[in-house]
């Protein structure tokens, strides 16, 4: 015999079930992610990673931090934003770097890396704009990714990550996160890759 409590435990329950399958169709803009690559979201609500200069081969002056936030809405869905943003100081001693035009077609990438598999996705950050003023002759560039996304849907609103780096093309998608992750910030010239930045996911 259901008691008024079970009953309404019972109508809370079907309600929530319901609303979850209710999936939002995509809008303009917005990617489903490849059919077999399924968006795994952490058990954290909060993933960073702060990324600092590396490699001694260079005296870089630059920064930057990874930001992967994912909520519950009163719908049901996931919905979460992963954003990259980096800022480099021009002229630099990494190659791609040495003068404003070579700074605004720079090619900035963030490559994930765990162990012991190595790497799993690379993000291709959008150039933004340079800050001037910062220091006698000097000026500040700014790259930055930005990923909205919706359980299985992503928008690409600055950059693009791509999540299958052994399928031909990019595969667009959430690099899966875990703590500890290696993230490496670099500048690709003539397929060259020079790291100058890195930082782990905590």
């Given at each position: 015999?259901?008691?008024?409590?079970?009953?309404?435990?019972?109508?809370?329950?079907?309600?929530?079930?319901?609303m979850?399958?209710?999936?939002?169709?995509?809008?303009?803009?917005?990617?489903?992610?490849?059919?077999?690559?399924?968006?795994?979201?952490?058990?954290?609500?909060?993933?960073v990673?702060?990324?600092?200069?590396?490699?001694?081969?260079?005296?870089?002056?630059?920064?930057?931090?990874?930001?992967?936030?994912?909520?519950?809405?009163?719908?049901?869905?996931?919905?979460?934003?992963?954003?990259?943003?980096?800022?480099?100081?021009?002229?630099?001693?990494?190659?791609?770097?040495?003068?404003?035009?070579?700074?605004?077609?720079?090619?900035?990438?963030?490559?994930?890396?765990?162990?012991?598999?190595?790497?799993?996705?690379?993000?291709?950050?959008?150039?933004?704009?340079?800050?001037?003023?910062?220091?006698?002759?000097?000026?500040?560039?700014?790259?930055?990714?930005?990923?909205?996304?919706?359980n299985?849907?992503?928008?690409?609103?600055?950059?693009?990550?791509?999540?299958?780096?052994?399928?031909?093309?990019?595969?667009?998608?959430?690099?899966?996160?875990?703590?500890?992750?290696?993230?490496?910030?670099?500048?690709?010239?003539?397929?060259?890759?020079?790291?100058?930045?890195?930082?782990?996911c905590?």
């Amino acid at each position: 015999m259901l008691t008024a409590r079970r009953l309404l435990a019972l109508v809370i329950a079907f309600a929530f079930t319901t609303m979850s399958g209710m999936a939002a169709a995509p809008g303009d803009g917005w990617l489903i992610t490849p059919p077999d690559f399924t968006v795994t979201f952490p058990y954290v609500d909060t993933m960073v990673a702060d990324l600092k200069t590396c490699c001694d081969d260079y005296d870089v002056k630059g920064k930057g931090r990874m930001l992967a936030t994912y909520w519950h809405d009163m719908d049901g869905q996931v919905r979460g934003k992963f954003t990259i943003n980096t800022v480099v100081a021009v002229p630099n001693k990494v190659e791609g770097f040495w003068t404003l035009r070579d700074a605004m077609d720079a090619d900035v990438r963030v490559m994930f890396m765990r162990k012991p598999d190595g790497e799993f996705a690379e993000c291709y950050l959008a150039f933004q704009g340079f800050d001037f003023g910062i220091g006698k002759g000097e000026a500040v560039a700014r790259y930055a990714l930005e990923l909205a996304i919706e359980n299985h849907h992503v928008k690409p609103l600055k950059g693009v990550c791509d999540v299958e780096l052994f399928m031909h093309g990019i595969q667009n998608g959430v690099p899966e996160l875990q703590f500890n992750d290696l993230l490496k910030t670099m500048n690709v010239v003539d397929g060259n890759k020079t790291s100058y930045m890195k930082g782990f996911c905590e």
